[in-house]
């Protein structure tokens, strides 16, 4: 970027930039890193961080790494590094040929280590974990120094060449930074940097019996990488001075500016690894990529789009406070953008069948219908209509109340694209005595939609042909939870699972169209909703549509009120 073009101050983050910029501090460059552990699939919260990174990187002609935070074997795997890969992608961010990881730089990480021993600056201590916590003392009150923390460079040396060589067990020796037992901050209370642990790592096998410790990975592994901005949620803020403390006492080419943002938080959500972990684990959900889930994975099955993710991101913005966004703005930026993308069809989610009488038998038309009636460029298909129908059952009453203004007995409504048709009977099941079918003649006249006679009606119904549409199966999704916060509600935050987040509709009827209809493909289902083509389910003998989003839109109505 030209360095006399000044970079408008939108949020905190890119003020601190652009006055580092400003000062020449890392020359104009600015290069930012997302560094997922791969011992997840990625979240909503996830892509916060990664409109952020590779967002600032694109703003300011710089360049954004994918770099997997691989430092610890345990629950760590292939399957989670592809799943993070693809999700990234599928955002729309490209990472080039800067795909990074962490273990990548253990034995870089190791030599550095053995530059903080010979410095005396680490040390190898022997305490047990419960022992190390308790000589680390608390908030109130200066830890004390460990008996191991005098022992000589030499033995130091010795010491920790041996937890590399497998000589020790578990928890028997560790690394730590020499730093200060009294400070005030207890991350710089000598804090652990390397740990013996035998478990084989998915990418390193057996070769690594010690793995180095998050904080001492992380920093290190910005400035080999070159980072200037290592942007980061705010639980790091207290770790920010043991970032720099290691970056300065290894006097290192490349040293980062670290900044931390507030993490997002989203109602009748949890953004956690961890939990998320154990909604699949103990199948609460059908994997991480069900629809339900608040992954990437899941959001993309949903039908959810990229441009929708990024917008809600863009719109959320950075801050340093926590908050918690209103999933109903997520939902909105969803549907704001399947508005105007996804194409116009018509599907009966609970059909009720419709004779029309007087439309002769074995006749069939074909009507043309645009794919987005405000956009007629977008084209059109044919929807055949016949003698019988399915329509909504909702959209019949046969006593209807007062505010009902769809088909009545008597009464005249539009067929969508079509002929006005008039209740004139219904048969009901002899046991159950719901009406099974509703009998209507319809006017020839009105095949434009409107009667030559100028006579109106109220509603205008979607149907489709019984004979000549598809059977499908409809999934519909709810919030997974029925709490806004399920875990500040209460100790476990499964009681807090909405019961009702999934409804199968097993008998729904879809127009022919969709005979076609791609994996993943989006369309509205007029006066319905937002539905994807099921990219795991669904076939071309049996067709799965999820509900991506209803109609209503919830979050226009809070904003609504907020004005009144
Ligand atoms: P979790 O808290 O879900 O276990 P994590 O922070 O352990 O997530 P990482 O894989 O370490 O997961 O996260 C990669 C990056 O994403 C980090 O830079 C982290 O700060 C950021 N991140 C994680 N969760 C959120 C969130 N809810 N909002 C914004 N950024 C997040
Ligand atoms: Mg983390």
């Not at 069900?290 to 994975?297: G, H």
Request: glycine share 6%.
């Amino acid at each position: 970027m030209d360095q006399t073009e000044v970079t408008p101050s939108t949020d905190f983050i890119r003020d601190i930039i652009n006055e580092h910029n400003r000062t020449n501090r890392f020359g104009g460059r600015v290069a930012t890193r997302f560094p997922p552990e791969p011992n997840g699939y990625l979240h909503i919260g996830h892509a916060k961080s990664v409109c952020l990174n590779f967002g600032i990187a694109a703003q300011y002609g710089g360049t954004c790494n994918l770099r997997m935070d691989d430092t610890d074997p345990s629950g760590e795997t292939l399957e989670y590094v592809e799943s993070i890969i693809r999700d990234v992608k599928w955002l729309g961010f490209d990472w080039e040929d800067r795909l990074f990881y962490a273990s990548v730089y253990y034995e870089q990480l190791y030599q550095y280590a053995i530059q903080l021993i010979q410095k005396g600056k680490a040390y190898v201590c022997s305490l047990s974990a419960d022992e190390i916590r308790e000589y680390r003392g608390t908030l109130t009150k200066p830890g004390k120094d460990s008996p191991y923390r005098t022992r000589s460079v030499e033995e130091n040396l010795d010491l920790f060449k041996r937890m590399r060589a497998g000589e020790f067990e578990e928890g028997a020796h560790v690394l730590r930074a020499k730093i200060d037992m009294a400070s005030p901050n207890v991350v710089m209370r000598d804090p652990v940097i390397f740990r013996v642990k035998k478990e084989p790592h998915y990418r390193t096998g057996t070769q690594w019996i010690i793995y180095p410790m998050y904080d001492f990975a992380h920093g290190l592994s910005d400035s080999i990488e070159g980072i200037t901005h290592s942007i980061c949620t705010l639980e790091f803020e207290i770790n920010r001075p043991l970032y720099d403390w290691i970056l300065n006492e290894l006097k290192v080419a490349c040293h980062p500016q670290q900044i931390e943002f507030a993490r997002l938080n989203l109602s009748y959500a949890v953004l956690s690894k961890r939990r998320l972990i154990e909604l699949v684990e103990k199948k609460y959900v059908s994997g991480w990529d069900d629809p339900r889930m608040p992954t990437i994975a899941g959001m993309r099955r949903r039908g959810y789009t990229p441009e929708a993710i990024r917008n809600f991101c863009e719109r959320i913005g950075v801050a340093k406070n926590e908050s918690i966004v209103d999933m109903a703005l997520l939902e909105h930026c969803v549907r704001e953008n399947l508005n105007e993308q996804a194409p116009r069809v018509m599907g009966v989610l609970h059909p009720l069948r419709v004779i029309i009488d007087n439309y002769p038998e074995g006749r069939l038309e074909d009507f043309d219908c645009p794919y987005h009636p405000q956009n007629p460029g977008r084209g059109s298909r044919k929807v055949p209509f016949s003698r019988i129908l399915y329509i909504e059952r909702e959209d019949f009453h046969e006593d209807p109340p007062k505010k009902f203004f769809r088909l009545a007995p008597h009464r005249e409504v539009r067929l969508r694209y079509g002929y006005f048709i008039k209740c004139v009977n219904v048969v009901k099941d002899p046991k159950a005595g719901e009406v099974i079918e509703v009998h209507c003649t319809y006017d020839p006249e009105t095949r434009s939609g409107f009667a030559p006679d100028g006579r109106k009606v109220d509603a205008t119904i979607h149907w489709v042909s019984a004979s000549h549409s598809l059977p499908a199966e409809v999934r519909l999704y709810d919030r997974l939870f029925r709490v806004a916060n399920p875990l500040e509600e209460g100790p476990d935050f499964l009681e807090y699972l909405n019961p009702n987040s999934l409804e199968i509709l097993k008998s729904c009827r879809v127009e022919l169209s969709l005979a076609s209809a791609a994996p993943a493909s989006r369309y509205q289902f007029e006066r319905v909703g937002y539905f994807c083509v099921d990219p795991v389910d669904s076939s071309n003998e049996a067709l799965v549509f999820n509900r991506t989003v209803t109609l209503r839109d919830s979050w226009a109505k809070v904003i609504g009120q907020e004005k009144k």
